[in-house]
């Protein structure tokens, strides 16, 4: 091999040496400006011994080689005192060191004078090919300088050494490190001046020496240590921790993972990142390359448990891909504190029912939503219940009527505690028919009572929200309507004095009768069915059965009860019991919904009734049917101005006023129902 190729690799060395003598510069402690003078000095000498690499002038040679003398005992010097201050000796070394800054500067002089003079040692040629290298023939003095040398290097390794064994085992390697580096320069010096090399490997070796001891004094990292500590932190941790390599395999866990997770030693090497993933169901939510947090739940003996989990891809300083690290937070508790907490926001205390924080919550998607059933529930007399058994008991009543009605409802319906004693129903994808049995079959189960002493009933009403262009506030205001007009009929309810008065007042009367109400009210509500009415509707209308002729309370007792023929100034005043009536209803609002009905329920198909000749379908179909039911009631029983008909006799003034008085398709539905029931 050439001088050239042993030039390329000694200048190569050099410039590593320099890099890291140019980052020891850069190191603010004070150790980091000892160890700069050493890697300068170590660039020295190689660059030094690079001019005997270049040249094959003898001159030259000789003066690249005084270099490396002269550097290298600098170097041992400032090394001295660089380990000194690096294994923090404590004892005084002033004068030692001055006595050898005096031996230096005698051997530099010497060493500077020999290409001049040659004093301290001297050089035979070697050729080899068309290269020259010179062959060392020591003097005197440079035996001198050979000794000064060995001194420094032996009193670098006599302070590694004692600080080495003064300290934990954990700690020894990086000593040791520099004992075993200082030891291979020396023996490979040793070889060249006593073999005959006529290439100074030694040199390269002070460079690398240079670089090792850079790394033992910023870059190293006591690995034993580390590896005891981490295991020890890890292993102290209650959080589970669970570690899989850079191919994605099970590697390393703590206890808390073992007892979560239930590893075994079998799982090492065996399960994979990926299986681990799919058996806790957290596949979803590594996304981030470099790190993910995130929450997941694991069922583990049959306990949900709730866990923050912090995921780290490890890399080295190169960004290479080491492997994957999990850390587990419990956060059970918290979690179901959390739920608890969202559950009261969003829950009645008392029912378990949903509550109007929830309500305002899903109120934008419920009014989007088309053929959605709104229920209202009210429990019938519930505050005379308070009064009388307390509010506990009432409370007790509520509860219980509200858990009948979650009972009875389908998975996707909710219920909702508005205010004391109503509770909404939210019934998507429901036709009303379906609506309206399932509600009863419900109300049922509430009559029978069976958990409560107490005679306890509720009353219900439904409006369908059909389109999404149709208001929820709207639908309420229909379906409470529907459901007090069913509580004012519901003999279980007491709310309504009024009405009761009312009531009373008509069948004290010798005109109507409690029984003719009753009977109309049936007719009615069967011919409602016939027709498909809805569940309000058909709530008005057995309102209306009862208190359609409520007028008439305000009219004379000598022409309501008069057996003979009214004359026309009578017939003019009985005629006003509908105005009457519809005044009567408008100031009362349980009956305010069917005041308009009240009003023309004496109108005539035709448009020959009163009070405001009304024809066909611009006749209310309530008011219609109360017309041909009612009128069928009065001639099939005995009134004080008749007697009563047959009910073929009935049916066939039905027929003849059909088309005039009555809707001729009422009349045919009702004949049909009548001939039905026969």
């Known amino acids: 091999m050439s001088k050239l190729f042993f030039s390329a690799i000694y200048l190569f060395i050099a410039v590593i040496v320099f890099i890291y003598a140019r980052k020891a510069a850069n190191n603010e402690k004070k150790l980091g400006r000892f160890m700069a003078r050493v890697l300068y000095l170590g660039f020295g000498v190689i660059i030094s011994y690079y001019l005997t690499l270049i040249s094959n002038n003898y001159f030259v040679m000789s003066l690249g080689n005084t270099g490396v003398f002269f550097l290298l005992d600098w170097l ?28 230096l500067l005698a051997d530099s002089i010497a060493l500077l004078v020999n290409p001049f003079h040659e004093i301290s040692i001297t050089y035979d040629r070697l050729h080899i090919n068309q290269d020259i290298y010179l062959i060392y023939r020591p003097m005197p003095p ?22 080495a064994i003064s300290i934990p085992k954990a700690y020894r390697s990086k000593y040791s490190l520099l004992n075993l580096s200082l030891i291979v320069v020396v023996g490979i010096n040793a070889a060249f001046l006593f073999t005959g090399w006529y290439i100074d490997i030694s040199i390269i070796s002070y460079g690398v020496i240079s670089c090792v001891i850079y790394f033992v004094s910023f870059d190293y990292k006591p690995t034993s240590l580390l590896n005891s500590t981490r295991a020890i932190i890890v292993e102290g941790m209650n959080n589970p921790v669970v570690l899989f390599d850079y191919e994605g395999k099970f ?74 690290l999990f850390v587990f937070t419990d956060i059970t508790e918290q979690k179901q504190t959390h739920f608890e907490l969202e559950y009261l926001a969003d829950h009645d205390h008392l029912t378990g029912a949903y509550n109007r924080n929830y309500f305002s919550k899903i109120y934008d998607t419920y009014e989007r939503m088309h053929s959605l059933g709104i229920v209202l529930w009210n429990v019938n007399s519930l505050k005379l219940i308070n009064e009388f058994y307390g509010n506990v008991t009432g409370d007790q009543v509520i509860s219980n009527v509200a858990n009948y009605i979650k009972a009875g409802l389908r998975e996707e319906d909710i219920l909702i505690r508005l205010e004391g004693d109503e509770l ?51 639908c309420l205001i229909q379906a409470r309507n529907s459901m007090f007009q069913k509580k004012m009929m519901s003999s279980s309810s007491i709310r309504s004095s009024i009405i009761e008065s009312l009531k009373k007042s008509l069948s004290q009367s010798d005109y109507e009768t409690e029984e003719h109400a009753e009977r109309t009210k049936k007719l009615a509500l069967r011919l409602a069915d016939k027709l498909g009415l809805s569940d309000r509707e058909k709530s008005e209308l057995a309102l209306l059965s009862i208190l359609h002729d409520i007028g008439k309370i305000a009219i004379p007792e000598r022409i309501l009860l008069k057996p003979n023929k009214l004359s026309v100034e009578e017939w003019d005043i009985m005629k006003t019991h509908v105005s009457k009536g519809y005044e009567i209803a408008k100031v009362t609002s349980e009956l305010e919904t069917i005041a308009e009905y009240i009003l023309h329920h004496h109108e005539r198909w035709d448009g020959k009734g009163y009070p405001s000749n009304l024809q066909r379908d611009e006749i209310p179909l309530l008011s219609r049917i109360i017309t041909v039911v009612d009128s069928y009631d009065v001639m099939t029983n005995d009134r004080n101005y ?37």
């Open 76 to 103: 041992l010097f400032f090394l001295f005192e660089f380990t000194f201050s690096f294994t923090g000796q404590k004892s005084n070394i002033e004068i030692p060191k001055k006595l050898l800054v005096v031996f």
């Open 424 to 474: 909404l129903a939210l019934l998507p994808n429901i036709e009303e028919k379906n609506a309206v049995k399932l509600m009863k079959e419900i109300r049922a189960n509430i009559l029978k009572n069976e958990n409560n002493q107490l005679e306890v009933s509720a009353e219900f009403g439904v409006a369908m929200k059909e389109t999404e262009g149709t208001r929820i506030e709207d």
């Open 142 to 163: 440079y035996y001198i300088h050979l000794a000064l040398c060995y001194i420094m290097f032996l009193l670098i390794l006599i302070m590694l050494f004692r600080k």
């Open 642 to 678: 008749h007697k009563a008909m047959s009910k073929e006799e009935a049916k066939n003034e039905l027929r003849k006023c059909s088309g005039t008085q009555f809707d001729p398709d009422l009349v045919e539905e009702f004949l049909v129902l009548l001939e039905e029931e026969v």
């Open 251 to 324: 590697t390393i866990c703590n206890q808390q993972a073992k007892k979560v997770f239930g590893f075994t030693v079998e799982d090492e090497g065996e399960k994979t990142l990926k299986t681990f993933m799919e058996e806790n169901q957290i596949n979803d939510f590594i996304k981030v390359p470099k790190r993910s947090r995130f929450e997941t739940k694991i069922q583990r003996n049959g306990q949900l448990l709730w866990y923050h989990v912090n995921f780290t891809n490890l890399s080295d300083n190169s960004g290479r891909y080491l492997g994957g």
